[in-house]
């Protein structure tokens, strides 16, 4: 079984500081990751993944995330807000043993001038 | 290539009514998956389908709720006598593979309202 824990379902930010977006997972057995994003009235769109690779993975829009196997988690950053940003992101978890991703419920992610 | 298309965008239905929700996979995708949203809440998976197969349906409704993915056509997700509790985005997924590796692309979304 595989769980996904997004700390905070709302994060504030200011323009042009930190945005540190949380995610944990549990997985029995090694897991891939993905962050998504999702503007408002649209779809979800793939910001990055991991997949046994490279613990740091890039994605778009300057976002990345760190596996790190020892604490369980897969924290989205982005040295610089923009307010484009502002935006709900979702973290999702899956492995090789299953074919659909888990999502946790989303962390609302508010820019302010 | 276009991207994965839902219609209709926008629904509304009365109790009782017929929900019918169409997705077209991107071109070359043969593996569609079902999710709703509801308000405050993450995305639970519905459905699993490849072409003519319903692969898992695990996270469907046991009653009124039916999805199907024609040889030719796009997949429909059908919810007969719908109720106020089924008002929710439904967000279409596909994929070249599994969506375990390969990555999901989203259409846009039906947004359906019982009223």
């Known amino acids: 079984a595989q769980s996904v824990t997004q700390l905070g379902s709302h994060v504030s930010v200011s323009e042009g500081a930190l945005v540190l977006l949380r995610c944990n997972y549990s997985s029995s057995v090694p897991p891939y990751l993905f962050w998504y994003v999702q503007y408002p009235n649209q779809g979800l769109q793939l910001l990055l993944k991991?997949?046994?690779?490279?613990?740091l993975v890039k994605g778009i829009n300057g976002f990345e995330a760190e596996f790190k196997k020892s604490e369980t988690s897969f924290h989205l950053t982005k040295p610089s807000a923009h307010m484009s940003d502002a935006a709900e992101y979702f973290c999702?978890?899956?492995?090789?043993?299953?074919?659909?991703?888990?999502f946790g419920r989303g962390t609302s992610l508010i820019v302010h001038p | 290539n276009a991207g994965v298309m839902q219609n209709p965008r926008h629904l509304v239905r009365r109790r009782g009514q017929e929900a019918r929700l169409r997705c077209s996979p991107m071109k070359g995708h043969s593996h569609v998956y079902w999710y709703r949203q509801l308000p405050e809440e993450g995305l639970k998976f519905m459905v699993y389908?490849?072409?003519?197969?319903?692969?898992?349906e695990s996270g469907m409704p046991k009653e009124r709720f039916s999805a199907e993915f024609p040889k030719e056509g796009p997949s429909i997700l059908r919810i007969q006598q719908v109720v106020r509790g089924d008002s929710a985005a439904y967000f279409c997924?596909?994929?070249?593979?599994?969506?375990?590796?390969?990555?999901?692309?989203f259409g846009p979304g039906t947004r359906l309202t019982v009223l």
């Open positions: 997924a596909s994929s070249p593979g599994q969506a375990s590796t390969d990555t999901q692309y």
């Open positions: 999702a978890v899956s492995d090789q043993s299953g074919y659909i991703p888990t």
């Open positions: 991991y997949t046994s690779a490279a613990t």
């Open positions: 389908l490849q072409k003519e197969n319903i692969i898992d």
